[in-house]
C-alpha cells in the first residue's frame, strides 16, 4: 500500500509537470512556425520576395491601382543570373 501513495504522487507531480511543459513547448513551437511563414516568402541570399511573393505583392498592387485608375510602373531586376 506504500507503493500505491509513491505512485499516485508520482503520477500527480507527472501531470502538474506536462500541464506546465505543454504549453511552453506549443509557443516555442507556434515561434518557430511563425518564423518559418515569415521566411518562406523571401530569397534567403537576398532577403528580397522569392517569385510567387513578389507575384502576389504586384497582383495587389496592380489590382489597387485599377481601382483608383492610376498608372504604375514595375522594374524588375533577376539578381540570380
Known sequence: ETGDGALT???VISVLALNAGVPFGVQSLLHSLHADL???DRDPLTGLLNRRSFYS???T???E???VH???NVTVIDLDK
Open 70 to 72: 492610376a498608372a504604375m
Open 65 to 67: 491601382t485599377h481601382a
Open 9 to 11: 504522487a508520482a503520477a
Open 61 to 63: 498592387v496592380l489590382a
Open 57 to 59: 505583392a504586384v497582383n
Open 38 to 40: 515569415r521566411n518562406a
